[in-house]
């Protein structure tokens, strides 16, 4: 199980219309992606939401007709010199003083997915983007 899914599950639910980054989405992404250069952060004005995450969370499921971030710079910012993937991950609190996670995930040189997560809560704890305050610096993976 992952949270309330069963394992094999699709961790997203397609959404019959994709929909424009929010505000709020598109500042989370525009600060995680400058650590990766302007080939990334380009990609987000040709992104749209296609899913949204099954358990509730503030995750979702990116994509964009850009093109790719050239392999050999993902492999340059990978600490593993993965070529394929990378991630960039900063964390932060809300308004209230919840530690919050977020996550970019690039796949195949596109971005793919904002992992919005409640640390200090149970999975499938939504998060206002909006009520994110004092973001760290994002670190790539």
Known sequence: MIGDLPLGQPVFRVLECPRPLTPSELRLLSWLATEAGAELTAQLALSLVIGQCACGCS??????SAAPVPAEI????SRTGR???????????STTG???NIVLHVVDGRVHELEIFDADAVEGT?????SLISLDRPEVD
């Open 126 to 130: 939504a998060v206002d983007p909006d």
């Open 83 to 93: 070529l394929d993937y990378i991630s960039l991950a900063a964390t932060g609190r």
């Open 74 to 77: 993902i492999g340059r910012l």
């Open 98 to 100: 919840q530690r919050v």
């Open 59 to 64: 995750s979702v499921h990116v994509a964009t």
